[in-house]
């Protein structure tokens, strides 16, 4: 992947006393994972205590877990347009969030900086025990009603549209970003900037007929779910219209799959290409050529793998962020 040089927004969370109420439930974790993965390109999931710096999280230094927390952060600046201690809340009442993405494109915030756009819906897995209510955070009437309860809707401004450009509004006002939000039981808030989306993912978590098929075709799904951090991608490669802000610029054409999984307790990620159809040397080659991380190497499954363990320094640092960079979450600056 070409070098694009970063400026992380970091999200401060502060002041939380006890992250995540249980631990992760299997089946609330696989049911959200199914929702996401039948209707998103990438998906990634992070407990709620490495999320908050609390817990587990201390384990890897901080410069990595930063950057494993960059795909978050979007939800801190959302839900941070609602109420400054929306995040930290729901952070507190929930064991997890899991992120879809899909439809990556190039900035169009100031100057042509920022963080790429894309249509994202987070899950928030609400703990066994907790007490979590949406709708104390909204004052105003729901935007819409859905099968399940009401939705939420608001605006904030998360620079993700250039004044000069798409977008602009009256006076010369940048665009604000729509955001959605919904509570489905005591099991999971919901969070996008697309209402399609949010409907759908809503109507598969609320079935009540539990099917994981499109779980079953992932490779090493049963292990990357135990970690407290994962990411899966499954290439749509006929859906790329830009390629370099979806982080597919050294991705092999016909390459099936990208993964990663961290294990806290020996402070390393993992980092599989699963190629497919298409030449796995090859495929590895282009991705090797063009990232920090050491190189990946044919593991005995015939899946393309490397390991990249953390040690304040500088070039883990940069591996983690190239890890994350091929699932789609990239910054131009």
Same mark, same amino acid.
């Given at each position: 992947m070409r070098r694009i040089y970063r400026m992380?927004?970091?999200?401060?969370? #502060?002041? =939380?006393?006890?992250?995540?109420c249980r631990s992760r439930d299997p089946e609330n974790v696989s049911r959200a994972a199914s929702a996401l993965m039948g209707q998103s390109e990438s998906v990634f999931y992070a407990g709620s205590g490495f999320l908050a710096g609390t817990n587990s999280s201390g384990a890897l230094p901080e410069k990595p877990a930063e950057n494993l927390r960059f795909p978050f952060v979007y939800l801190d600046l959302a839900l941070a347009g609602v109420q400054d201690h929306f995040y930290s809340d729901v952070l507190r009442s929930s064991n997890g969030v899991m992120l879809g993405a899909k439809e990556f494109r190039a900035p169009q915030g100031s100057l042509g900086l920022g963080a790429v756009t894309a249509q994202r819906c987070f899950v928030i897995m609400l703990g066994a025990d907790s007490r979590f209510d949406l709708r104390q955070y909204f004052h105003a009437s729901p935007a819409a009603t859905l099968s399940n309860g009401p939705v939420w809707q608001w605006a904030v401004h998360i620079d993700e549209f250039d004044p000069g450009h798409i977008g602009t509004? *009256?006076?010369?006002? *940048? /665009?604000?970003? $729509? &955001?959605?939000?919904? $509570?489905?039981?005591?099991?999971?808030?919901?969070?996008?900037? %697309?209402?399609?989306?949010? $409907?759908? +993912? +809503? %109507?598969? &978590? #609320?079935?009540?007929?539990?099917?994981?098929?499109?779980?079953?075709?992932?490779?090493g799904w049963e292990t990357i779910r135990r970690h407290e951090v994962?990411?899966? /991608?499954?290439?749509?490669?006929?859906?790329a219209t830009d390629t370099m802000a979806a982080g597919m610029a050294d991705v092999a054409p016909g390459t099936e799959a990208f993964?990663?999984? &961290?294990?806290? /307790?020996?402070?390393?990620?993992?980092? $599989?290409? =699963? *190629?497919? *159809?298409?030449?796995? #040397?090859?495929a590895a080659q282009r991705l090797n050529a063009r990232n920090a991380f050491p190189p990946l190497m044919r593991s005995e499954k015939g899946i393309w793998e490397t390991s990249i363990t953390f040690s304040n320094d500088e070039k883990s640092d940069e591996a983690a962020w190239d890890v994350v960079g091929l699932f789609g979450f990239i910054v131009y600056s």
């Open positions: 992380l927004m970091v999200a401060v969370v #502060a002041g =939380i006393l006890c992250v995540g509004m *009256p006076e010369g006002k *940048p /665009r604000l970003s $729509q &955001l959605f939000a919904t $509570q489905v039981g005591h099991d999971y808030v919901v969070v996008a900037n %697309n209402l399609e989306d949010l $409907q759908e +993912v +809503v %109507n598969k &978590l #609320a079935s009540s007929g539990a099917s994981y098929g499109n779980l079953t075709a992932m490779h994962w990411g899966y /991608r499954r290439y749509r490669h006929t859906e993964a990663c999984f &961290l294990d806290l /307790r020996k402070k390393t990620l993992t980092a $599989q290409l =699963i *190629p497919g *159809p298409v030449d796995g #040397a090859r």
